[in-house]
């Protein structure tokens, strides 16, 4: 069982590693700089929103993981040997700093969102 546990932790690491590597690829990254440089139309800000919250889900998803990997830590310890501590502190530490980047993953979900709501609100008319 434990097997399988650290087997699928694994498979879930590769694919949001592929993912995020695709996500960052310069062809994708330069096409959004591309897009928000010419966005002068309704029709194109409304082409940048969806891009955004796209990247605001993958940010959730990542954020999700390192906070399941959070969990995994704190629940760690390492196995007493003679004279060692049988709690682990480098787990603890290891927590911690997944936590940080789950929150930091989940701040820039919140601010991809906040900029994608930004487009379409420059894509609404506005009255006189």
């Known amino acids: 069982m434990r097997l399988m ?9 590769v694919v949001l590693g592929a993912s995020l590597v ?3 690829t310069p062809s994708r990254t330069a096409d959004l700089e591309r897009r ?3 966005a002068d139309r309704p029709t194109d800000h409304l082409a940048i929103a969806p891009i955004l919250l796209t990247k605001a889900k993958e940010h959730e998803i990542a954020a999700a993981f390192h906070r399941g990997l959070a969990t995994r ?3 760690r310890s390492v ?3 003679a ?3 049988a709690a682990g502190p480098e787990y603890a530490e290891m927590a911690a700093h997944c936590l940080r980047i789950a929150e930091g993953l989940e701040k820039a ?7 994608a709501h930004g487009h379409e609100r420059l894509a609404t008319p506005r009255g006189p």
């Open 79 to 81: 196995p007493a040997e």
């Open 73 to 75: 830590y704190a629940q």
């Open 36 to 38: 928000i440089e010419r």
């Open 22 to 24: 695709w996500l960052a």
């Open 83 to 85: 004279g060692q501590q």
């Open 5 to 13: 546990q650290i087997v699928g932790l694994l498979l879930v690491g």
């Open 109 to 115: 979900a919140s601010e991809s969102r906040a900029l």
